[in-house]
């Protein structure tokens, strides 16, 4: 009787370990990220005044990782950022710093964009 309740024992053990376990992992990713490499023109609406201005970005994708190059009317850099399923965020590096966070459908993406707490519309469509 020993032998078999030393044996329940280390079952039940070992299926709590797993339970803990599998719970400290996070949240499952549910599914892969959308592909949002190429090219993009933005559209977005001004911040500080009424219009519109056009950017575009260049992404290039590593699974959940993005880098690349954005070009503004007044400014260019790098970009980093990432995906996360149907989720995109990417931020210039530029003199002023742009946010970009949004959804992706497709060959499209759309959300808002910011800088220095301020906040405007935009979307994109892939070029290539």
Known sequence: MGRFRSLAVAVLFLVSSLCVLSMAQGPEQ????????????????NIDKAG???KTVQIIQNGSI???????P??????QGWVHVHHVEFST???EVLTFRGQIQG???????GIRGRHAEWHA???N
């Open 30 to 45: 549910h599914g892969r990220p959308d592909n949002v490499a190429g090219n993009w023109t933005i559209y977005a609406n």
């Open 52 to 54: 519109s201005s056009l």
């Open 66 to 72: 993005l880098t690349g190059r954005f070009k503004g």
């Open 74 to 79: 007044h400014q260019s850099g790098k970009l």
């Open 93 to 95: 590096d530029t003199r």
């Open 107 to 113: 060959d499209t993406m759309s959300g808002l964009y």
């Open 125 to 127: 469509q892939r070029t």
